[in-house]
């Protein structure tokens, strides 16, 4: 059975940090490109970050480059999204999958960011 759980979601300042993290179990995690994605109230869940499957490319989407940094570890199974910088747009439910649609497992139960003064 794949589960996917998400934690280290918050409140936050703007200009604060979080670090997520996402707990995978089954064969998902270890032979996939990974990616964190959110989904704000209103708005499509987005991917916000990618990892390949050994962890030696990253990839972000624009509105994140330089202020995210996504990263795994594979004897854990666990991936990470460090978020500095953080912006009230941020705001969204986070979760972790498999990159490539056709490797997704269930869809976790997300974790709540909310960036606000």
């Known amino acids: 059975q794949v589960q996917l759980v998400e934690s280290g979601g918050g409140l936050v300042q703007p200009g604060g940090s979080l670090r997520l993290s996402c707990a995978a179990s089954?064969?998902?995690?270890?032979?996939?490109?990974m990616g964190w994605y959110r989904q704000a109230p209103g708005k499509e869940r987005e991917l916000v970050a990618a990892i390949t499957t050994s962890g030696g490319t990253t990839s972000y989407t624009d509105s994140v480059k330089g202020r995210f940094t996504i990263s795994r570890d594979n004897a854990q199974n666990t991936v990470y999204l460090q978020m500095n910088s953080l912006k009230p747009e941020d705001t969204a439910v986070y979760y972790c999958?498999?990159?490539?649609?056709?490797?997704?497992?269930?869809w976790g139960q997300g974790t709540q960011v909310t960036v606000s003064s």
């Open positions: 999958n498999a990159q490539f649609p056709a490797a997704r497992g269930p």
């Open positions: 089954g064969t998902i995690f270890s032979r996939n490109p």
